[in-house]
């Protein structure tokens, strides 16, 4: 019954971070702020990984047999249980199973990038596209080349696999196997014991890059840093939905927990208990898109827009006093404007009541940042900077004045020449008798251009 429920759970979540994680890349194509556009390409990467992951997953769907210590040292033995095993290829099945390991080390590598990513971000300035292109290239090739060359582990034949298995478990029944499950037992050779080594020694950089980033974002965010409220509360929540990310392979412990117990035989040997790693794995690639879309804002709000909204931008408010200024959807600043919206879109009444919302919130940030700015008193020492820079500020504003003014004189003495050259043309015109071209058609220019002339000022 095990295997039943957790065959269930895990395909669920599975197909679950494969459809998430498709309408999280959709959302971040279409609905990508100008300054999120560089860590898109990170989360795009998550996004790739993870679909990649559980896509071999449901395909294999594999479980680890438990050894001897002795023999544990030599050998590993899994059986998928999966559609691959229809191909009855342990190499191509063993191959898949390198690729999914390597999906999941991976990920710890982009956690970490990502929050090296954010520190830089925040404490100097968003790194180039190709800088980024270039950084996840280099941290992503050791992986590749090493979960490559952990595939070409060699492949026991089957009578070694039968002797390492009936020594281990000697009630082990191969007829009634075969018809569920494709047994593979691999050599610890020095390809495997790489891949494996690789696996768990990206943990410690990777958790030291993540502990050490957060501390040192956490005191950028907290010191007056110059940036705006808005600014810092998206920093904010990327860091929630990093750190929320980071916490997910704790799960994992749960799996070291019941493999440690199992290995002193605390637990009755059931063959069932090898499925919940693969399980609580596919648990993580559900949760993670999913941190995604809920702490990044826009991608929250776009989200909501999908499945509530018809279209985040067919809401325009007009507050007080002009009817030129608009709130848009996309750019309230609390999840309840966009769930209000959402609920009351169809009713004018509703509209009208949402439009009055919408003032009311822009009145009491006026009044706020009034406030603000009235309370401001800069130190002493800096006062003398402040006025130097008003001084300067108001000798460039007087400076692109006189400017445009001079640009205007030129401009309308343009238009005024051009308006003479057209009233000498027609004088020319009508002392000319053997000319072709009518009047009227001249005349006619000389008006177009003098509305011209008129609509330009």
Known sequence: MLYEGARIVHDFFCWSAIIINILLVIVIIRKTPAKLSSYSIILLNFAIIEVASALTSLFLFNRSILLNPDDAEKYSIFATTGPCRYTGSSRLCFAVSAFLSHGHCHFYI?????????????????????????????????????????????????????????????????????????LIGVEKSASMRLGMAWFQGVLIPAYFV????????????????RMSEKSKKMHKDIMQGLIFQAMLPLFYVVVIVINQVAQKHLLPD????????????????????????????????????????????????????????????????????????????KDGESVR??????????????????????????????????????????????????????????????????????ERKIEEQDECKSSKRPD????LLTIVIHNCYLSDQ
């Open 440 to 443: 009227h058609v001249l005349k």
């Open 110 to 182: 982009l956690l970490g990038f990502s929050f090296f990513y954010r520190y830089m971000a925040i404490k100097y300035s968003t790194p180039s596209t190709t800088f980024l292109y270039t950084a996840l290239f280099t941290i992503y090739a050791p992986t590749a080349i090493v979960f490559t060359i952990f595939g070409t582990s060699p492949i026991l034949e089957e009578f070694e696999l039968k002797r390492v298995v009936l020594e281990n478990h000697p009630t082990f029944d191969f007829n009634s196997s075969a018809r569920t499950e494709l």
């Open 270 to 345: 059931n063959k069932d208990n090898g499925y919940v790693f693969i399980t609580v794995s596919a648990m993580t690639l559900t949760a993670s898109p999913l941190s995604t879309l809920f702490f990044i804002r826009p991608y929250r709000l776009a989200l909501m827009s999908m499945f509530c909204c018809r279209s985040s931008s067919s809401y325009l408010y007009s507050p007080p006093p002009t009817s030129e200024s608009f709130i848009i959807m996309g750019d309230l600043d609390s999840d309840s404007d966009a769930e209000f919206a959402c609920g009351h879109r």
């Open 353 to 422: 009541l949402l439009m009055q919302h919408a003032m009311l919130e822009e009145e009491d940030r006026h009044r706020q940042l009034m406030a603000e700015l009235r309370s401001f008193k800069p130190p002493p020492d800096q006062l003398s900077v402040l006025e130097e820079k008003i001084r300067v500020g108001i000798e460039d504003v007087e400076k692109a004045l006189r400017v445009k003014e001079k640009m205007e004189h030129e401009r309308n003495e343009l238009w005024h020449e051009l308006i003479r050259l057209m």
């Open 210 to 225: 993540i502990i050490v980033s957060s501390v040192l974002i956490h005191r950028l965010l907290s010191s007056s840093l």
